[in-house]
């Protein structure tokens, strides 16, 4: 089974519509001959239409980062999937770490979050990892196995290959600190294997991304992992050259 690599930017709060449209514009002729992956950029709300629009008719997909489960409704503040299906808003970020540990972000609510997405037609990146605590106490396992299953269990059995799951190691966010290459492959298996618990050939299907300050120095190696079916990449995503470096580096 091949699966393409996808290589995906998450941006975070980082980029005013004038910024983010400088960075696609910089990134686009440079992926244009990068067929042997999948290139994404999650960016802000604000500047998502802007982004849509300047990419129209090139590889780049547009992702946000974060969606309500509700069409809509009496939700201050925030944002539905036909909200972002209008304006060609290609997939979502869902379940990011910093979701879960800044804003109370839960697996419960995960459930609901990931199929309401599918349904309208985006593709999900689901974002699971362990804290270092976790780590340490040989809980790395158990966390992933909590956050995997119910994050996709509302998700049919027939859809359930579609879905992309990132493996995030919280200690590797933002850090420097990037897993072993055997941590990693540990892991994304791991991943890999509670999907075909559900489903063997949704197994084979599914994308299994690695996070955690992902570089251009490191990336080759962690890309090559026999498990690693590409990257989420935050502060080298900035950096277009950084970028562009990462998808160079993913296998052909
Ligand atoms: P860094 O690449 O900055 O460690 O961030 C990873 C991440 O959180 C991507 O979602």
Redesign the pocket.
């Known amino acids: 089974m091949s699966r393409t690599p996808l290589i995906a930017g998450?941006w975070k709060m980082n980029g005013t519509i004038a910024e983010s449209e400088d960075r696609v514009a910089s990134l686009l002729p440079r992926i244009a001959t990068a067929e042997h992956v999948d290139v994404a950029v999650c960016v802000p709300f604000t500047a998502l239409q802007a982004v849509v629009d300047s990419t129209r008719g090139s590889r780049l997909e547009v992702f946000a980062q974060n969606m309500h489960h509700e069409p809509s409704g009496a939700f201050t503040g925030e944002i539905s999937a036909p909200m972002l299906t209008e304006i060609d808003v290609h997939g979502v970020v869902l379940g990011?770490s910093e979701r879960r540990q800044l804003f109370g972000e839960t697996d419960k609510v995960l459930q609901l979050k990931v199929p309401a997405a599918m349904d309208a037609g985006l593709t999900v990146i689901l974002?699971v990892g362990e804290t270092e605590d976790e780590r340490e106490n040989g809980d790395t396992e158990r966390r992933l196995r909590h956050q995997v299953q119910e994050g996709l269990e509302k998700v049919p059995v027939e859809r359930l290959g579609e879905v992309v799951v990132a493996y995030?190691p919280i200690w590797?966010?933002?850090t420097g600190q990037t897993a072993t290459a055997e941590q990693a492959q540990d892991a994304l298996a791991f991943v890999r294997a509670l999907v075909a618990d559900r489903s063997k050939e949704a197994a084979e299907h599914v994308r299994v991304l690695y996070?955690?300050?992902?570089k251009p120095d490191n990336a080759a190696e962690l890309l090559a992992l026999p498990d690693c079916d590409g990257g989420?990449?935050?502060?080298?995503s900035l950096d277009v050259e950084q970028f562009v470096a990462i998808i160079d580096a993913a296998p052909r």
């Open positions: 998450n990011h974002c995030e590797a966010i933002g996070g955690g300050s992902m989420l990449i935050g502060g080298a």
